[in-house]
């Protein structure tokens, strides 16, 4: 009669079966604990201040205007399509004339002279009387690029400002131009104090 086989303990299989039932505890403690996620942040009174919201509609025109041209090969900015209008209507412009109507620093403006250089929409030519002064002309291919523009932003302004009627977008246009001549006056008159602090 072969000798009997002696039983397996059942400690091991407690302990696995204890190990598991704690795991599944556990689990289900770590659950019962997650944390209850903090209210959503809210802009609150930063949406009563002027700069917030200008600052605001200046994005969302830009972001606009990016999605409205996409599909052009060589997409120029906001700015660089005001410089063209600029040149169209005053043909021979030069650059230093052209910062001073665009309110831009003069080597921010090199940067976006060049870029139209480069797309072939703008040509330069030195002015004869001074010698260090360009003159821009646009090219026939800028003028093509300026009509396909000009058309694009005439659809863009108009989906960005349909919530607008008419007269609200006059009056828009007004209260801006109005913010805009208003801040150009202080600003030069702080900066004129400046200088004078600094000769005293």
């Known amino acids: 009669m072969p ?3 002696p039983a397996k303990s059942k400690r091991p299989a407690l302990r696995k079966a204890r190990s598991d039932g704690r795991s599944r505890a556990a689990v289900q403690k770590r659950v019962a604990k997650k ?6 942040a ?5 949406a009563r201040e002027f700069g917030y919201l200008l600052r605001r509609a200046s994005a969302v025109f830009s972001v606009h205007w990016a999605l409205q041209f996409a599909a052009e090969e060589a997409p120029i900015t906001p700015v660089q399509c005001g410089m063209m209008i600029l040149v ?6 030069t650059q230093i004339e052209l910062a001073r109507l665009l309110r831009v620093e003069g080597s921010t403006l090199w940067q ?3 870029r139209l250089l480069e797309l072939g929409f703008i040509h330069r030519r030195r002015v004869p ?4 002064a360009y ?3 646009l090219s026939q291919a800028g003028r093509k690029a300026l009509r396909r523009y000009e058309h694009g932003s005439r659809l863009h302004k108009q989906a960005l400002l349909e919530c607008l009627s008419e007269k609200e977008r006059g009056a828009l246009a007004a209260m801006l131009t109005r913010v805009i001549e208003a801040g150009d006056r202080l600003n030069e008159r702080k900066a004129s104090e400046r200088r004078t602090d600094r000769r005293r």
């Not at 809210?42 to 930063?46: K, N, Q, T, Y």
């Not at 009387?129 to 260090?132: G, K, L, N, S, V």
């Open 129 to 132: 009387e001074d010698r260090r």
């Open 135 to 137: 003159a821009i002309h």
């Open 88 to 93: 169209d209507e005053n043909p021979g412009l």
């Open 3 to 5: 000798p009997s086989r």
């Open 42 to 46: 809210r802009i609150g009174r930063l």
């Open 112 to 114: 976006l002279v060049d």
């Open 35 to 40: 944390p209850t996620p903090a209210p959503q």
